[in-house]
């Protein structure tokens, strides 16, 4: 019906603007946090290092190579604070547009993996995350690393299935722009070498060729920041990361899914894990052949994921939600087809109900509750220090 038919158009432009008004609502009442006032610290410094008989005020750049994060999103800030100012919601404003731009293209993904409907519920599940929520209002690179990951996952998709060659363009420059905001957009690049070798065989030269040249691309455009590295890296690292245990794993899912929750909610969600697994095992949900659909989403899920956690219990301890945050659009895809081939008949809507519900009920706690493990109150520090 016309109704129907418009209701299906109209569907994507309400979940773009309810995922705005999530993102942008109320968006500096939280004080800004250490890793956010190392952001401003970095973007104000100067693109060229001073020099001076009595100090030396390194580049961007070079604080950059020294630290744990590439330049890409410092100097994106840096341009930002020239023309706008350091007020929080402004800071905090390029996260939320680039958290916003990730809906579309999230139903983009999933409406070229699976259907329309599936990509709808995805983009659902991604506007309505309180984890993706919680970056988006954040003076950091994380929005923008899940946006470039998805765009060239997104363009991996239309170069090796549609054979486009535009595909390629839009997954090397989303590749190139994800490396250098975060160092853990190479997790999903890795995902997306493995998915290509593991399909080698039947892709041919046609596609491989075209593959091979947008990853030289990709590292050839990388060269100037590796000298930099070579000069400047110091080293740097998280030292509140620990290494990973048997509950690690959960933890993560239950950030990725229902936000940051306090103590006493996580310990309910954990106890309940048990059973969710059960119910998805009798659901017959384990098991299956995957196309090449899920084949791909598997391996952007799991690469990332297993690689980190075997260089945490080999190297040094990186496992940490908001690094893995690339694994999220993967994820909320999975859930969604879950959904749609588990939940039958007219509990349908109510599973997708209940799944909105829990998110929001996270999105609840992750805002109001004192003991979020993610907020760093630093109003009440300089309140009182200004009445001392």
């Not at 939600?321 to 945050?325: D, F, G, K, N, P």
């Given at each position: 019906t016309t109704v129907a038919r418009w209701?299906?158009?109209l569907a994507l432009p309400c979940l773009v603007a309810v995922a705005a008004a999530l993102r942008l609502y109320d968006a500096g009442r939280l004080s800004l946090?250490?890793?956010e006032g190392q952001s401003l610290h970095f973007a104000l410094l100067p693109l060229k290092p001073y020099d001076a008989t009595y100090q030396h005020t390194p580049s961007l750049f070079q604080a950059a190579a020294a630290d744990v994060h590439p330049p890409g999103y410092l100097l994106l800030l840096h341009e930002w604070i020239a023309r706008f100012g350091t007020d929080t919601v402004v800071l905090r404003?390029?996260?939320e547009l680039a958290a916003i731009a990730t809906i579309p293209v999230l139903y983009l993904l999933a409406r070229r993996l699976y259907s329309h409907h599936i990509g709808l519920l995805a983009s659902?599940?991604?506007?309505?995350?309180?984890?993706?929520?919680w970056h988006a209002q954040e003076a950091r690179m994380y929005s923008f690393l899940v946006l470039f990951g998805t765009a060239a996952t997104l363009g991996l998709v239309y170069a090796i299935e549609d054979r486009h060659i535009w595909g390629w363009i839009l997954f090397a420059l989303a590749t190139g722009l994800g490396i250098y905001v975060h160092y853990f957009a190479f997790a999903v690049l890795a995902a997306h070498l493995v998915y290509i070798v593991i399909r080698a065989s039947r892709l041919g030269r046609g596609v491989l060729v075209p593959a091979a040249s947008a990853v030289a691309f990709v590292s050839v455009a990388y060269l100037p920041w590796i000298w930099m590295l070579v000069h400047f890296y110091r080293g740097a690292g998280d030292p509140n990361l620990a290494a990973p245990d048997a509950y690690t794993p959960l933890l993560l899912l239950t950030d990725f899914l229902l936000g940051y929750l306090n103590v006493a909610a996580?310990?309910?969600v954990m106890a309940a894990w048990p059973l969710l697994v059960f119910l998805a095992l009798a659901a017959g949900s384990f098991g299956a052949h995957p196309s090449w659909r899920g084949l791909l989403l598997w391996t952007l899920f799991l690469v990332p994921t297993i690689g980190v956690f075997a260089l945490s219990l080999t190297w040094k301890p990186m496992v940490s939600?908001?690094?893995?945050?690339v694994v999220t659009p993967a994820l909320f895809i999975l859930l969604a087809v879950a959904v749609e081939r588990i939940v039958r008949g007219p509990i349908h809507l109510a599973a997708i109900a209940l799944i909105a519900t829990l998110m929001l009920l996270g999105l609840g706690v992750e805002r109001t509750s004192p003991y979020n493990p993610a907020a760093e109150d630093f109003h009440q520090v300089a309140d009182y220090i200004h009445a001392h």
């Open positions: 209701a299906n158009r946090r250490l890793d404003l390029p996260s659902a599940l991604g506007a309505a995350s309180p984890f993706w929520i996580t310990s309910q939600a908001r690094y893995l945050t």
